[in-house]
């Protein structure tokens, strides 16, 4: 015998379109796509990295339990939404991040910025860059202090034969190419990833190719990363601030967060337009206020800070560049729009 008083019925207007694809689907495409540079921060940077990562997942997957314990919501920790949040904020924070000032950060993701409104899917911002951007203005020393590649990191996270060094973007802000060549930083190496930086930013390689799985396996596509890293292109090309126009635009296209930014960040579902022309004029957006912030700002990195701004202006680009609905015409959108 059927149950109808609790069979759950799920009305949606057509096409129906049956797949099985869902939420946890897609996230752990994510991060089977965040793994190269994870690997290649653990070269890099010793075993520390690891141990970082693996840490900031524990924080977010524990607030987001805790959270929905307390208040006596659904959990949700099951669709692998925190696991990759954990994993991005880890990558855009140095290695040497202390373990208790990644799990404020966690806290401040999953529960300031995700769970307050709503959970998955509600959020305004990324929860990932506004943690990074709320450890930045607490604790502004320690996340811009930077270790040298090789530095070899252990286990449980020492330092002891860490060596500091100045990341390529803090030469860039200055305008100082030459300085940056002249401390043996190749274009093959900011491509590589063998420089300093946040933990798993560095390798554009390894980020490329996990931003190549992703478009393959249709979980983004490439609007947003190619319009983003376009524009960055085509402003670094034209207005240069250093050395030959083609080694500036390498230069700032490879260093810094640009590609973690372009295709994980950029890219995420809650905090980004729904249409292609949408994604189009975010990434376009994304790139105008990175490169002017890295031109004109006092902070040496411009990709954080452009993706929440773009964030915020997500809603006023979908009302706007929204497709007519079928049957249409434009002469009737002009009389509706006159009518409200």
Same mark, same amino acid.
């Given at each position: 015998?059927?149950?109808?008083?609790?069979?759950?019925?799920?009305?949606?207007?057509?096409?129906?379109?049956?797949?099985?694809?869902?939420?946890?689907?897609?996230?752990?495409?994510?991060?089977?796509?965040?793994?190269?540079?994870?690997?290649?921060?653990?070269?890099?940077?010793?075993?520390?990295?690891? $141990?970082? $990562?693996?840490?900031?997942?524990?924080?977010?997957?524990?607030?987001?339990?805790?959270?929905?314990?307390?208040?006596?919501?659904?959990?949700?920790?099951?669709?692998?939404?925190?696991?990759?949040?954990?994993?991005?904020?880890?990558?855009?924070?140095?290695?040497?991040?202390?373990?208790?000032?990644?799990?404020?950060?966690?806290?401040?993701?999953?529960?300031?910025?995700?769970?307050?409104?709503?959970?998955?899917?509600?959020?305004?911002?990324?929860?990932?860059?506004?943690?990074?951007?709320?450890?930045?203005?607490?604790?502004?020393?320690?996340?811009? $202090?930077?270790?040298?590649?090789?530095?070899?990191?252990?286990?449980?996270?020492?330092?002891?034969?860490?060596?500091?060094?100045?990341?390529?973007?803090?030469?860039?802000?200055?305008?100082?190419?030459?300085?940056?060549?002249?401390?043996?930083?190749?274009?093959?190496?900011?491509?590589?990833?063998?420089?300093?930086?946040?933990?798993?930013?560095?390798?554009?390689?390894?980020?490329?190719?996990?931003?190549?799985?992703?478009?393959?396996?249709?979980?983004?596509?490439?609007?947003?990363?190619?319009?983003?890293?376009? $524009?960055?292109?085509?402003?670094?090309?034209?207005?240069?601030?250093?050395?030959?126009?083609?080694?500036?635009?390498?230069?700032?296209?490879?260093?810094?967060?640009?590609?973690?930014?372009?295709?994980?960040?950029?890219?995420?579902?809650?905090?980004?337009?729904?249409?292609?022309?949408?994604?189009?004029?975010?990434?376009?957006?994304?790139?105008?206020?990175?490169?002017?912030?890295?031109?004109?700002?006092?902070?040496?990195?411009?990709?954080?800070?452009?993706?929440?701004?773009?964030?915020?202006?997500?809603?006023?680009?979908?009302?706007?560049?929204?497709?007519?609905?079928?049957?249409?015409?434009?002469?009737?959108?002009?009389?509706?729009?006159?009518?409200?």
């Amino acid at each position: 015998m059927t149950d109808y008083k609790n069979l759950k019925l799920i009305a949606t207007s057509s096409p129906h379109i049956r797949s099985a694809e869902n939420t946890k689907s897609i996230m752990l495409d994510v991060i089977i796509a965040m793994i190269p540079a994870l690997a290649f921060a653990v070269y890099n940077f010793g075993w520390g990295a690891l $141990t970082l $990562t693996v840490i900031s997942v524990i924080g977010c997957m524990f607030w987001e339990w805790a959270y929905r314990k307390v208040l006596k919501k659904p959990q949700s920790i099951g669709d692998l939404s925190a696991v990759v949040t954990g994993m991005l904020l880890a990558f855009v924070c140095p290695p040497t991040t202390p373990y208790w000032m990644i799990l404020i950060g966690d806290f401040f993701s999953i529960v300031v910025v995700k769970q307050l409104f709503g959970g998955i899917g509600k959020n305004f911002i990324n929860p990932a860059l506004a943690g990074r951007a709320f450890l930045l203005g607490s604790y502004a020393s320690v996340m811009t $202090t930077w270790i040298a590649p090789g530095s070899k990191l252990g286990i449980l996270g020492s330092t002891a034969d860490a060596v500091t060094a100045a990341t390529p973007m803090k030469y860039l802000h200055g305008g100082d190419l030459e300085g940056l060549k002249a401390a043996g930083v190749s274009i093959n190496d900011m491509f590589i990833g063998t420089i300093g930086g946040s933990l798993g930013e560095v390798s554009a390689l390894m980020l490329l190719l996990g931003g190549v799985y992703l478009i393959i396996r249709k979980v983004i596509t490439y609007h947003t990363p190619v319009a983003y890293i376009g $524009t960055v292109a085509v402003l670094t090309y034209l207005f240069p601030k250093g050395g030959s126009a083609m080694e500036w635009m390498l230069y700032n296209i490879l260093g810094g967060g640009l590609m973690l930014g372009a295709f994980f960040m950029a890219t995420d579902y809650a905090t980004s337009p729904v249409t292609h022309k949408g994604q189009l004029i975010f990434g376009i957006g994304c790139g105008l206020f990175t490169v002017f912030i890295r031109y004109f700002g006092s902070y040496n990195e411009g990709v954080c800070y452009s993706i929440m701004v773009m964030n915020l202006l997500v809603a006023l680009i979908d009302k706007n560049v929204k497709p007519a609905r079928f049957g249409v015409v434009k002469s009737d959108k002009k009389k509706e729009a006159a009518a409200k």
